[in-house]
Structure formats: structure tokens, C-alpha cells
């Protein structure tokens, strides 16, 4: 009986990404000796993000109220969109102590797989701008062709607009050596290089 | 087992966390799926040597049989980030590794597609605009592939056209691959009408030289017929679902 719900759980638990039996079956083990509440906690945290989780209305970032705190909350500046493929990208983003609002794409175009514009949150971003006083869109779709090819896209469907339009800039990351670089984010990096 | 080559990528997709599943048209081993360990993360050595069109040396790991070897280097020889940096550019170039990902079958080594493919991105790279280049490739690729139109010979009877073409009737019917002649047509339902002209450039077309291409001044029209048929064509033989979905790649909607 024992081996069967133990067992139940390491199955369940080798569903996560990057999680094998081996892993599943340490955590397994971890959660047996973890307090009833704490245990319970994570119970109820997935049940309950399943239960509430949907898009917000307004920038398609994943929340339990709609619209999300990041659009409900009064102190950001409403007038720049932070335009991103991913919800998960909000959460880098947010670490940099970003203030303006965001809107999410759920994907990037690619003819190659199916992905076209129809499928992304894009007409939505036109109708943002449209209707809220935007004064800026910056693009912070991800740095490969992909992102490149949506961010281009959207600058053709929102110049029309008449506002500051951004991209996030390209470069090496911090901590990294010039000698180990590829030349293309070398190149981007020349490209895009500031005076002092 | 380590194996180096050279290879193009044609496309790459998104695997477990961080990883790549990378398609590449090489010049030994044909179209190949390689496994790329973490190259989303930011520290990554394979840099941006896996984005599409990225002509590099690549080695990568597995036994003989294996479905998934594992993406061991990878140096770039040529970016070809002209093409890349344009969304019209890259929208057409899309078409091209479309045919390759749709036509080729998985680890048949074809260095006539491989040479086809390097020649056209490095004549497109200096002369982006040339609409020419695209049109040469589908209709070679089809050839190579043994898709081709026959523009040249009734597809009923084989008569061969006179002076390279069927004087003023020239209807290609997309579901015989090929014209079908005066005598031949029964209904003329469902044919795409050809100038005499188009006709002649395609049987050009299929026999010049890549490096021959930039000395041609065709007029749009001509272009145009030879596009609808060649695009025409490819949706037939793939299929109305699995057409090229660079089609559906709606580029003009306003807000």
C-alpha cells in the first residue's frame, strides 16, 4: 500500500521538465519528511493555479484577476509597452525594475512552422495603442530570427501610429569574455555601440 | 561515433527547456536532425551558429542508427544575415528551405540540392532583390527533386513544342504537371493560361546556370506566370493542407 502511493507520486512527479525517476524518487522522499502544511501548500498551490490561472484581458500575461496586477496597478506608467513572446519573459523583465506595462504575444512568427500573425496577440497590440495613450512600444522579443521577424512585423503594423518605437538592445552579456563571442553578436554589438 | 560536415540550417525547434532540435541540409548526410544542448541559454557556445540559414562546420556525436545525435561544434563559415534581417527577404527565403524541409527525405546525401541552396543564398546575399534567384531555385529544386513542370512537351500525347513553345496556347494544367496541347484538351476548366514568352524563359530557366541568372531581364508578367505555376504545382503535389504556409503569412494587416 505504501510502495503504491509513493510510487503514485514519483510517477506524478516525473511529468515536471527535466525531472527523472531518479530526481522524481529524491523528491518523493523529500516530501515525506516535510511538515503536513508545508506539503499541503504545494498541494493546493498547483490545484489552485490550475483552477485560476487564465490571460488578462488586456496584455495576455498569465493571472487569477482580471485584469492583472501589472495593469490594475495605478503607479505604472501606462504610456510604455513592453512587448514580449512569452509570460515568462515578464518575470526576467520585472527583475530590472522595469515600470511600464507590458503585453504579451503568446509566441513569435514562423512561416515555417504554421506560427502567423493571425495566431499571435498582435491586432490586440494595435488596438492597445489605438485606445491608451501610448507613447512608447518597446520590443523585447527574443534576439534570434524569430523574435527579429516579429519585432519587424509589428513596427510595420504599428509606424502607422506615429510613436516611439524600440527594440532592446544586442550585445555580449555581462561576465562573458569578447574572445568566446560568435561574430554576429559581435557585429550587433559593434553596431549598437554608445559613446562615452 | 564523431562525424564532421558542413551543413546549412534550415529551420530549429524548441526542445525541453533550453535545448534545440536543429534541422540541417548538410552536404554529406543530406537533411539531418541534430540535438543541441542548452544553446537558449545566454552563456551558449554555440552563439547564434543555430539560427536558419547559418552555413557552418559542424561535428556532431551517435551511433550509426541513431534518430537524434547529439550537436557537439558548430563554427560559422557565412551568417547570411542580410537575408535574415529583413522580413520580406526572409519571408521568400523561408520558401526555399520550405521545399528542402518538405521534399527531401531524412539522411540521403544530394549535393545538388546542398550546392543549389549555398549558391543561391551567397547570390541572394549581394543581390537581395532579384526576384529571379527564387524562382530559379523552386523550379531547379523541383527538377532535381524530379517535380518539374513540363513546359516543353504536351503532357497527353508528348508532342514537343515548336520553337519552345505552343503559339499563343499554352495551357498548363496543374493536375498533369504539365501543358497539354491543341488536340489533347478536353476541358479547359481548372488550366493556367501562358504567355508564349513565359513558356520560353521557363525552358530557359530550367537549363541555364546559376551564375548565368543575373544577366536576365525578365518582365514581371513573365514572373508572375512562372510563380503561379511553380507555387500552383508544389501546393498540388503536397497536398491543399500542406501547402507553403509562407501563403498564409498575411503581411499587410492594418490596424
Not at chain 1, 513596427?155 to 562573458?176: D, H, M, Q, V
Not at chain 2, 513540363?150 to 504539365?178: A, E, P
Not at chain 2, 493560361?193 to 530550367?206: E, K, M, P, Q
Request: with cysteine.
Amino acid at each position: 500500500m505504501t510502495q503504491g502511493i509513493i510510487e503514485n507520486l514519483i510517477t506524478a512527479l516525473t511529468k515536471l521538465p527535466g525531472i527523472g525517476r531518479k530526481s522524481a524518487q529524491r523528491l518523493a522522499f523529500f516530501i515525506l519528511t516535510m511538515t503536513p502544511d508545508d506539503a499541503k501548500g504545494i498541494a493546493f498551490a498547483i490545484i489552485d493555479i490550475k483552477d485560476k490561472a487564465r490571460f488578462c484581458s488586456v496584455c495576455f500575461n498569465i493571472t487569477d484577476t482580471d485584469p492583472c496586477n501589472i495593469c490594475s496597478d495605478t503607479s505604472r506608467d501606462k504610456e510604455r509597452i513592453c512587448v514580449v513572446e512569452e509570460p515568462s519573459n515578464i518575470i526576467a523583465i520585472e527583475r530590472t525594475g522595469f515600470k511600464g506595462t507590458y503585453h504579451v504575444l503568446l509566441g513569435a512568427l514562423s512561416p515555417l512552422d504554421g506560427i502567423t500573425p493571425d495566431k499571435l496577440k498582435i491586432i490586440e497590440l494595435a488596438k492597445r495603442i489605438q485606445s491608451d495613450s501610448v507613447q512608447e512600444v518597446i520590443l523585447a522579443t527574443n534576439p534570434n530570427t524569430r523574435g527579429e521577424m516579429t519585432a519587424q512585423y509589428i513596427t510595420e503594423i504599428i509606424k502607422p501610429f506615429n510613436i516611439k518605437i524600440t527594440r532592446i538592445a544586442y550585445g555580449l552579456p555581462i561576465g562573458s569574455d569578447i574572445e568566446f563571442a560568435d561574430e554576429v553578436t559581435l557585429a550587433k554589438a559593434l553596431e549598437g555601440r554608445r559613446e562615452m | 561515433m564523431l562525424k564532421r560536415t558542413e551543413g546549412i540550417v534550415l529551420n530549429n525547434s524548441l526542445f525541453g527547456e533550453a535545448d534545440l532540435i536543429v534541422t540541417y541540409l548538410t552536404r554529406d548526410y543530406g537533411l539531418l536532425k541534430v540535438f543541441a544542448k542548452s544553446p537558449r541559454k545566454i552563456k551558449s557556445r554555440f552563439g547564434s551558429s543555430l539560427e536558419p540559414l547559418t552555413y557552418s562546420k559542424i561535428s556532431f556525436m551517435g551511433k550509426e542508427d541513431a534518430n537524434l545525435p547529439r550537436l557537439t561544434q558548430s563554427d560559422i563559415i557565412k551568417t547570411f544575415h542580410a537575408l535574415r534581417d529583413d522580413l520580406k527577404r526572409l519571408l521568400n527565403v523561408s520558401e526555399m528551405l520550405e521545399l528542402s524541409l518538405k521534399f527531401m527525405p531524412e539522411r540521403e546525401p544530394h549535393f545538388a540540392v546542398f550546392k543549389l541552396l549555398l549558391g543561391t543564398l551567397t547570390k541572394l546575399e549581394s543581390d537581395c532583390d532579384n526576384a529571379l534567384y527564387l524562382l530559379y531555385y523552386k523550379i531547379k529544386f523541383l527538377e532535381i527533386a524530379g517535380y518539374a513542370p513540363r513546359l516543353d512537351m504536351c503532357g497527353r500525347c508528348g508532342t514537343i513544342s515548336y520553337n519552345g513553345s505552343y503559339s499563343g496556347h499554352n495551357n498548363f494544367y496543374v493536375s498533369h504537371g504539365s501543358i497539354i496541347c491543341e488536340k489533347c484538351i478536353r476541358d479547359r476548366e481548372g488550366s493556367i493560361r501562358l504567355s508564349d514568352g513565359t513558356v520560353r524563359l521557363y525552358n530557359s530557366l530550367i537549363k541555364w546556370r546559376l551564375s548565368n541568372i543575373n544577366r536576365v531581364k525578365a518582365p514581371a508578367y513573365m514572373l508572375s506566370e512562372i510563380g503561379h505555376v511553380i507555387n500552383s504545382h508544389i501546393a498540388y503535389i503536397l497536398g491543399r493542407s500542406r501547402q507553403l504556409r509562407k501563403e498564409n503569412f498575411a503581411v499587410g494587416i492594418s490596424p
